[in-house]
């Protein structure tokens, strides 16, 4: 087989491959042996019939282009082998000719990168200061949560649940019928359109109304924006929201361990909004370093690289949509995108997140960093559980995968240590703030 080997632009070389006749009987006799058998031959057994019939039978072209499907890749790995290139992402055939066989590939190399120094890097973020008044409303969404509607003989109010029979139309198309439907009511609230359930407000059990509302410019329904619907209403029921009494027989019943009392509560609130805003200050100074250090580096990388990456995007997302019953083509439709549009936004994230994996890779070596064993044990051990049921492969794939992700980590935890320099003042004074209310008081 003679093969040449071309640099090209965009860290690829292009192989050219001229494959020789014992090469290709090859994969033609594998794909007779593979085809033979399933085709029914006059004159003999399924499967039983010689070669040289089902060669007659299948006819030398049809098999020739079946012997391609496994040809070509076995030829493309040899020429790559043969020649010790590092290939990082599935080539492609950009020409072929069959007789005789010869096929052009692009093959994609390790993407590379020039960092600029980054020693100059600050970053003044800080914590968000958690108050009590920080605390409270995460008290009250908690009650909120725990709150039970409860049927009331009481005319509709805000923040009530009306339910209700509607029947809405725009001249003679209908906008919505619906039956012993709940509606929560909210000024503003834009459900079914803006100003529906204003109209609903104090109305009593039994009664109905009439009334008219102007649909907005914006509305989802384009032939109906910008004209009045016609709403008849009849309230079946109403409900009010009963939060609970925030007190210890409160706080026990949420079951938390070591939580009995509301001031147990508060703390264990306070000490979970600090964790969180630490997790979030982590996740800020992550992004700002690798969106910072993506705008001074140049890159070059191969587009099989990207599109590869847009492949597994696309397959990712159409795996998801599977989930809900949903095909590619009906969410489409509905986020009102074609193909070209939804594959062109794709391309754009899939070249972010391949520019940020390597700005990554890269700064795990610039950093030096090379996780002790220990630690990618204790890791495996989170996340199995002590369970050792993974076979050898999936240990060694997790165990990688966890190198790379602890490599990423203590590169990020290093810049950091170095860079973050948090602005104090802010809270400073609302430390001196708090004293001097505790001193007046």
């Not at 098999?63 to 493309?76: G, Q, R, T, Y």
């Not at 410019?217 to 009045?228: H, I, L, P, S, V």
């Not at 210890?248 to 264990?268: A, P, Y």
């Amino acid at each position: 087989m003679k093969i040449t080997v071309e640099d090209s632009t965009n860290r690829e070389k292009i192989l050219h491959m001229e494959v020789d006749d014992d090469r290709l009987e090859k994969h033609v006799k594998q794909a007779i042996k593979h085809h033979g058998k399933n085709v029914n031959i006059p004159g003999f057994r399924k499967g039983k019939a010689p070669s040289s019939i089902v060669e007659n039978f299948l006819g030398r072209n049809w098999l020739v282009n079946k012997a391609l499907e496994s040809l070509i890749p076995d030829v493309i790995q040899y020429a790559i082998d043969e020649h010790k290139i590092t290939a990082v992402a599935t080539p492609k055939v950009t020409k072929l000719d069959v007789d005789p066989v010869r096929l052009e590939a692009r093959v994609a190399l390790e993407p590379e990168v020039v960092i600029d120094d980054y020693s100059d890097l600050v970053f003044d973020d800080s914590t968000e200061t958690i108050d009590e008044k920080k605390v409270q409303l995460s008290i009250d969404q908690l009650l909120e949560a725990q709150a039970i509607w409860q049927p009331v003989e009481k005319p509709v109010g805000d923040g009530y649940m009306a339910i209700i029979d509607c029947a809405g139309a725009v001249g003679d198309d209908e906008l919505m019928s619906v039956k012993s439907t709940e509606f929560i009511i909210s000024p503003g609230n834009p459900i079914p359109v803006p100003g529906f359930t204003e109209e609903l407000l104090d109305l009593k059990i039994g009664e109905k109304k009439q009334f008219n509302v102007l649909i907005p410019d914006d509305f989802t329904r384009e032939e109906f924006r910008n004209k009045q619907a016609n709403f008849n209403v009849n309230i079946i029921g109403i409900k009010e929201k009963i939060l609970p009494e925030l007190n210890n027989e409160f706080v026990v019943s949420l079951g938390e361990e070591d939580i009995h009392t509301v001031d147990s509560l508060r703390n264990r609130i306070e000490s979970n909004l600090k964790i969180q805003s630490e997790d979030q200050l982590r996740r800020t100074l992550e992004e700002k370093i690798i969106e910072t250090l993506i705008d001074r580096s140049t890159f070059d990388i191969s587009p099989l690289i990207v599109e590869r990456e847009v492949d597994q995007m696309v397959e990712n997302q159409k795996q998801s949509l599977e989930r809900y019953k949903l095909d590619f083509d009906s969410y489409l439709e509905r986020i009102g995108q074609t193909q070209d549009d939804f594959m062109n936004q794709t391309k754009e994230s899939a070249e972010n997140r391949v520019k940020r994996s390597i700005i990554m890779d890269k700064l795990v070596e610039i950093e030096n960093i090379k996780p002790e064993p220990e630690d990618i044990d204790n890791e495996m051990n989170l996340i199995t559980k002590g369970d050792t049921g993974l076979s050898k492969k999936d240990n060694i794939i997790q165990r990688e995968n966890l190198k790379i992700m602890l490599s990423r980590k203590g590169a990020l935890d290093a810049i950091i240590s170095r860079t973050h320099k948090p602005n104090t003042e802010d809270k400073k004074k609302t430390s001196n703030s708090k004293k001097d209310n505790k001193k007046s008081e």
